[in-house]
């Protein structure tokens, strides 16, 4: 039988930097007399590891980035029928019950606050929203107004459409393609194209 001699055993860890080397010391038992021992035969290694090379250097300007493409651009039918559903029917009731007024309104937030004119909610006793032109929305009541704005805001509860994204706060420029979607007269969510043909500002009343 062969006796187990303290050994070194070297693991070599390669880096960029350089080769590092960690050595450990095996600390062996003696074998009783009356147990057989196995003699484990570690190879040496027959070479060292070289250093990896370092990555080329790259000179500046040598990289060209493709620029992104932007988004391909809905199409009028496919705009239509993406915002349509969210686009809602507004009808004003006197205290009779009669409806006198008819308007536009679209679904602003999450929460069911629908933006709409001030113009069109003015006086009314009663409001009825409809969605997609015969389904009928749960009406809370009026969230707010601004009568200078020309805006209001209705609270609906229950299920209705998806919020509408708001466009970026820079208006668009004069002379940009735009759509229209609305109830004119009744009619449920016509769709008409135009072009924006001025910005003008409104200036806050001062209380």
Do not use: C
């Amino acid at each position: 039988m062969r006796n187990v001699r303290n050994g070194i055993i070297f693991i070599v860890l390669a880096a960029t930097a350089g080769v590092g080397v960690k050595l450990f010391w095996p600390k062996l038992h003696p074998a009783s007399s009356s147990a057989q021992t196995t003699a484990i035969e570690i190879p040496t290694p027959t070479s060292q590891p070289t250093t990896l090379p370092s990555p080329p250097a790259i000179a500046p300007g040598s990289i060209t980035i493709a620029p992104v493409p932007p988004p391909a651009l809905l199409t009028p039918a496919e705009l239509f029928q993406r915002l349509s559903p969210s686009v809602l029917k507004i009808v004003i009731h006197d205290a009779r019950g009669d409806a006198f007024a008819l308007g536009s309104g679209f679904v602003a937030t999450s929460s069911g606050l629908i933006v709409t004119n001030y113009h069109v909610v003015k006086g009314a006793k009663s409001i009825k929203v409809f969605a997609e032109g015969t389904n009928q929305l749960e009406v809370e009541g009026l969230a707010g107004v601004d009568p200078e704005g020309d805006l209001a805001l209705i609270k609906v509860k229950g299920k209705f459409p998806p919020p509408l994204s708001l466009a970026p706060a820079v208006p668009p420029a004069v002379g940009s393609r735009a759509y229209a979607i609305g109830n004119p007269q009744g009619l449920t969510n016509t769709f008409s194209e135009g072009l924006v043909s001025g910005i003008r500002k409104i200036k806050p009343a001062l209380n």
